[in-house]
């Protein structure tokens, strides 16, 4: 028995050693990764293997380039890894196209090639990188990994480099990813700071894209950022790609486009990617597929659209920190204005040293102390003699004479005593005199040198550096379902209670996607939503099968219904804008043999008269009578609803149509996405009823009529005005007709009523051009134009009602001038 006890003993001695080990050793390991490999430190904005392959490179400077083998060995000494790390972290370096010139393939980050092997490409550090990321004096060192060499516990950066390149790393129970920012950006922002001035800082991605921002919160965990790519409309048939969301790829890119129309969550017919320098992505639709339709759905179901979550994270004293961009910036400020006040106290005191020692050469020159030293014999006599030769001139010295400087005076040849020249040292001391001044009155004035100092480099390393990421703060939330192609076709059996797209030989309902949600309405009373699948048991004696839209308060169901229990019939008005799918919700209150007598669905909240008929055995005086649902108010479906009569009703039928009691729709227009709004904004269109339209003018000559659904979009860059469509308005416009090569004005009225198709009210090729295009009743145009020999250059107006009368819109119209028009302008609308 003892030995088993002592056994056991002995077990749990191993299992709390083993375990103490565990936590100790996995601390150091986690402690290792964030401080070693993951996370960048504040001082420098570099993570290790970074900040060691800039030191050798510098260690290797020489103005030409380095093969990247033989930077990435001498990295080697530095860095405790194996060289593919080393290669990788140097590739990312010089694809950020700041420190490191690059010579030969060194891949592409937009298209995710990758650099050529490590021989047969070269590199050498940057101008820029010289200039602001080393210097030796000022630098901290510490002992290499095998205690070899010394390598620098930071570099002295001068600049934000941290949140100029971005970072990512992923470190054990934490991680970081920083976005990069604007060059110039940066630097203003620095300065701002160093007045006191607020400032904003987004990120600015190198491929481009448009950016919401509104969410960023800094760049802290919590953060987010919807980032796009910009789509082009080419023309109906094509679209075009010309940069990318931050972290896609092309070949990404074109992968998850592939991927959505294979699953039938958009419809193209091909894709070709014509990068080079440039990003040029195109993708060819098939006949009859919307282009602004396929861009909402290319945002929705594809890479075009992405999110990224920032997580800003740095070491600051051996510790991670979570701070925001912001106070990076501000930290990074104070740390380029401390370094900079540094390299000034060291090129003060190197002014300093030389100008003492200046002034003790022309001392000892000038007043011949060299030859009180001829009848020394021994050296410390020598040294004696010359500091005693110096005593009555060390009051006008700024430091102590030294041994050193002694020595160092011992050494000057008789050839440059001979050649002395007073005059010339007398300037040369002035001069250093003068530039300890300068460096003494940037001291003093440090914020203003660091001002200065930033603007500098804005002004030499700035060009070329303009914003690539377009900044939209209110990007609209696509919905899938709003934009997603009917793949589908729903097919419905009422009888025996199925629905579907799988049910081809029964009846077809709607053309639909495969991600909507169908309600159905039954002749029991009870109303379901399902999501669409290939055949659906929703339950016999269907009545009523449709798209369900989340959220819908427009479309809105009147229903009468019998209640057999209190002896009364009901009315209501409801929507349903929330469900749990595949619930039934009993809508006659669970009304025991309730009967359904009467349903309609209305899109825009219409409210129609119906004819009820009572049964004819019953006591009351009117046998029929109508009912306006008008009358009630829209409540919820849960409702009882409101008694319609108390007598049996042998029938109801509908009597006529009514009008929407929901009021017209408010719509706006994004002017940068183009898309339509019912939230409001600065551009507003107008109150839409059924059967109102939208009418767009581009700036082609070309018109188009379309509907207010939300799901619209317009290619704002080529809209010359969008307003709501009033039939009777009549149009004015101005245009260069290119055949005739005059200046055209006619006056009309829309008469088509074809939807979703331009049509051209000017002739149809590149060289015609609108001038001006008016729905006001009379604009009055003035122009310029040239007359006679002399080319006089003159001015003109007309007021276009009085001008021409009103004709059809495929009309030539009048001409404005005999003569060359070269400047046409709508004058301001006089006020009466």
């Known amino acids: 028995m003892s030995e088993i006890n002592n056994t056991s003993d002995n077990q749990n001695k191993s299992n709390l050693a083993i375990n103490e080990m565990f936590d100790d050793w996995f601390l150091d390991y986690a402690s290792y990764v964030i401080l070693e490999r993951a996370v960048p430190y504040i001082e420098d904005g570099l993570k290790p293997v970074q900040r060691r392959i800039l030191h050798a490179m510098k260690q290797m400077d020489d103005g030409r380039f380095h093969k990247v083998a033989n930077v990435i060995g001498q990295t080697m000494q530095y860095h405790p890894h194996g060289d593919a790390s080393i290669g990788d972290a140097l590739v990312k370096l010089g694809q950020k196209d700041l420190l490191i010139d690059c010579q030969g393939n060194w891949g592409d980050s937009r298209t995710g090639d990758s650099a050529a092997a490590a021989r047969y490409i070269e590199a050498r550090l940057t101008k820029f990188a010289l200039e602001v990321a080393f210097k030796n004096e000022i630098t901290e060192w510490q002992l290499s990994y095998d ?89 109906k048939k094509t679209l075009s790609i010309r940069d990318l969301p931050y972290g896609v790829t092309t070949g990404n890119l074109i992968d998850s486009i ?65 701070i925001g961009v912001s106070e990076m910036l501000k930290i990074n400020t104070k740390n380029t204005k401390q370094l900079l006040k540094l390299e000034l106290e060291y090129k003060l005191a190197q002014l300093e040293d030389k100008w003492h020692m200046s002034s003790l050469e022309k001392i000892f020159i000038e007043n011949r102390i060299y030859r009180d030293i001829e009848e020394c014999e021994t050296w410390e006599s020598v040294i004696e003699t010359i500091d005693k030769g110096l005593e009555p001139f060390k009051p006008l010295l700024m430091r102590d004479v030294t041994r050193e400087d002694i020595i160092k005076l011992t050494e000057i040849k008789i050839k440059r005593i001979s050649k002395y020249d007073a005059f010339k040292a007398d300037e040369a001391i002035k001069q250093l005199e003068n530039d300890m001044k300068e460096i003494k009155r940037n001291l003093r004035k440090l914020t203003e040198f660091t001002i200065d100092y930033f603007q500098k480099l804005i002004d030499k390393y700035g060009k070329g550096r303009e914003r690539k990421t377009r900044i939209h703060n209110n990007l609209t939330t696509i919905q899938a379902t709003q934009v997603v192609i009917n793949n ?36 029991d009373g009870t109303m379901s939503v399902h999501r669409i699948g290939d055949k659906i048991y929703v339950g016999k004696n269907i009545i009523h099968i449709a798209v369900w839209k989340k959220g819908d308060r427009r479309t809105t169901y009147n229903l009468a219904y019998s209640d057999p229990d209190v002896g009364k019939s009901f009315v209501k008005r409801f929507n349903v804008k929330s469900i749990t799918r595949d619930k039934e919700y009993d809508l006659t209150k669970g009304a025991k043999k309730g009967k359904l007598l009467y349903f309609s669905a209305n899109p825009n909240g219409e409210a129609e008269i119906i004819s009820v008929q009572l049964t004819p055995g019953c006591s009351a005086r009117n046998k029929e009578f109508p009912f306006d649902f008008s009358s009630i108010a829209i409540k919820g479906r849960d409702s009882k609803g409101n008694v319609l009569t108390k007598w049996p009703i042998r029938k109801i039928t509908k009597k006529s149509d009514g009008v929407s009691t929901l009021g017209a729709r408010k719509v706006w227009i994004d002017v940068v996405s183009g898309r339509l709004s019912n939230t409001e904004t600065k551009n507003y269109l107008g109150e839409f009823n059924s059967g109102d339209l939208i009418f767009a003018v581009y700036n082609n000559g070309s018109y188009e009529l379309t509907n207010y659904d939300l799901s619209n979009r317009f290619d704002m860059e080529n809209v010359y005005s969008i307003e709501k469509f009033n039939p009777e308005t009549i149009y004015s416009c101005v245009y260069y007709h290119s055949e005739r090569k005059s200046f055209y004005v006619k006056r009309f009225k829309i008469e088509t009523n074809t939807l979703e198709t331009k049509f051209f009210f ?54 404005l001038s005999i003569y060359p028009v070269n400047a046409i302008r709508v004058l301001p609308e006089k006020q009466e």
Not at 259 to 280: C, F, H, L, Q, S
Not at 291 to 309: G, K, N, V
Not at 503 to 517: A, G, H, R
Request: hydrophobic fraction near 35%; include cysteine.
């Open 762 to 815: 000017i002739p149809e090729d590149k060289n015609s051009k609108l001038g001006m295009f008016s729905s006001r009743k009379n604009p009055i145009v003035e122009f310029n134009y040239i007359k006679g020999r002399q080319k006089e250059q003159l001015v003109d107006s007309i007021e276009v009602e009085s001008f021409i009368e009103v004709k059809g819109w495929r009309s030539l119209g009048n001409k």
């Open 258 to 322: 592939v991927k959505a129309n294979d699953r039938n969550k958009i419809k193209i017919k091909k894709i070709v990617d014509n990068t080079a320098e440039n990003i040029e992505i195109l993708i060819d639709l098939p006949s009859g597929i919307s282009p602004r339709q396929t861009i909402d759905a290319l945002y929705a179901f594809t890479d075009c659209e992405t999110s990224i979550s920032p997580n800003a994270c740095v070491i600051i004293k051996e510790k991670p920190q979570f």
């Open 488 to 523: 589908c076709k729903l097919y419905a059996n009422r009888k025996d209670g199925f629905i579907g797209f799988g049910l081809k030989k029964d009846e077809f309902i709607t053309d639909c996607s495969d991600i909507d949600d169908i309600i159905v309405f039954k002749k």
């Open 147 to 235: 205690g070899r060499k010394k390598e620098p516990v930071s570099l002295p950066v001068k600049f934000p480099l941290l949140l100029f390149q971005g970072v990512e790393g992923i470190a054990v129970g934490l991680a970081t990813k920083i976005m990069p920012h604007n060059f110039v950006e940066l630097l203003e922002a620095s300065i701002s700071i160093l007045k006191g001035e607020e400032f904003e800082l987004y990120p600015d991605f190198p491929t481009g894209g448009v950016a919401d921002f509104s969410n960023y919160n800094d760049g802290l965990k919590g953060g987010k950022i919807k980032v796009r790519c910009n789509i082009e409309e080419v023309d």
